[in-house]
């Protein structure tokens, strides 16, 4: 019997089996989310892409641009060029800034910790004019720092032309460009966490709030920025930590602010499970259909009226 059974045709059948195991569900891979987003970029913690999306086409970077603003006013704080409790004197060229604006007026004084909130958190372009102008001395000076900047830090896709991120045709940058700009933020310059993951600030009596979903969604996120303009659509840089580690991650021209948030939310909830810090989700099994129990024909009148009826609303 065991001869028969030890025929070729069985043993080379035994052999693949053992050699090539069958993949089970929970082996297959993960399939990466449908994103609206023209173009995005996930890196895990050790700075791979984990899904990219069009991550080098040049963009309009909107309010992302004020991350390089933060750069230099981060580095100009650190080493001694100015101090949080300094005054900014508000020219009528950073008052007169279009919008959004948080209302800074001319000639007024501010200290240079609110005009950095102001950039963080509530994204104002006045704050943004209003510091460059006091780091710098004038806008295009602290302009030509930015370009610099993003030349010492390798953005070769990348060119500023203001520090707020209004609309310019030379303005642009990539998703992978301005993930290296938000990393390089983080890490070179800590101060900077705390600003972005801000979610309140007060300024002359008025709270200032910006309610965004992913700091409250157990996805990790603690740093972000967002970015929007009629022709950039809207934008997001995001720092997430989970056990420890952070994910960067990049999401350009969403067509919403809820779907570029909702665009985040997917793209990280995958970083999470590529990275084994996840489980993935099971598939929702189909409901199956009750077996239909024969009673015989109903009988005639009302009462066969009322068993179609039920039936109908089970199915």
């Not at 806008?139 to 993003?150: P, R, S, Y």
């Not at 068993?307 to 609303?313: F, L, M």
């Amino acid at each position: 019997m065991l001869a028969v059974l030890a025929t070729p045709f069985v043993l080379s059948l035994i052999l693949t089996i053992v050699a090539f195991p069958l993949v089970t569900s929970a082996q297959a891979p993960v399939r990466p989310p449908a994103l609206s987003a023209e173009a995005v970029l996930l890196l895990d913690p050790e700075g791979r892409t984990v899904f990219a999306k069009n991550a080098g086409t040049a963009r309009p970077p909107a309010s992302l641009v004020k991350l390089m603003t933060l750069y230099l006013a981060c580095e100009a704080l650190e080493a001694g060029r100015t101090d949080v409790d300094e005054l900014a004197t508000v020219s009528h060229h950073a008052a007169s800034t279009p919008r959004y604006r948080m209302g800074l007026r001319p000639g007024g004084q501010v200290p240079v910790q609110v005009l950095l909130e102001g950039v963080a958190i509530a994204s104002a372009n006045d704050a943004a004019t209003a510091l460059a102008e006091h780091l710098g001395g004038d806008e295009a000076t602290f302009v030509g720092w930015m370009n610099d900047k993003a030349r010492e830090l390798g953005l070769a896709d990348t060119h500023f032309t203001n520090p707020h991120g209004l609309p310019d045709p030379l303005q642009h940058s990539t998703a992978r460009d301005l993930a290296e700009l938000t990393a390089r933020l983080l890490r070179d310059h800590p101060m900077s966490r705390p600003l972005l993951g801000g979610q309140t600030f007060v300024f002359n009596g008025r709270v200032y709030a910006r309610h965004i979903p992913l700091f409250t969604d157990p996805g990790g996120v603690q740093a972000l920025k967002t970015g929007f303009t009629n022709e950039a659509g809207y934008n997001l840089a995001v720092s997430a930590w989970r056990d420890g580690q952070q994910f960067l991650m990049i999401v350009l021209g969403s067509r919403s602010r809820a779907l570029s948030f909702l665009d985040a939310k997917r793209l990280l909830r995958f970083g999470f499970v590529e990275n084994g810090l996840e489980a993935p989700t099971a598939p929702k099994a189909s409901p199956r259909r009750p077996a239909r129990v024969r009673r015989g024909p109903p009988k005639a009148g009302r009462g066969a009226r009322t068993v179609r009826t039920r039936r109908s609303a089970l199915a």
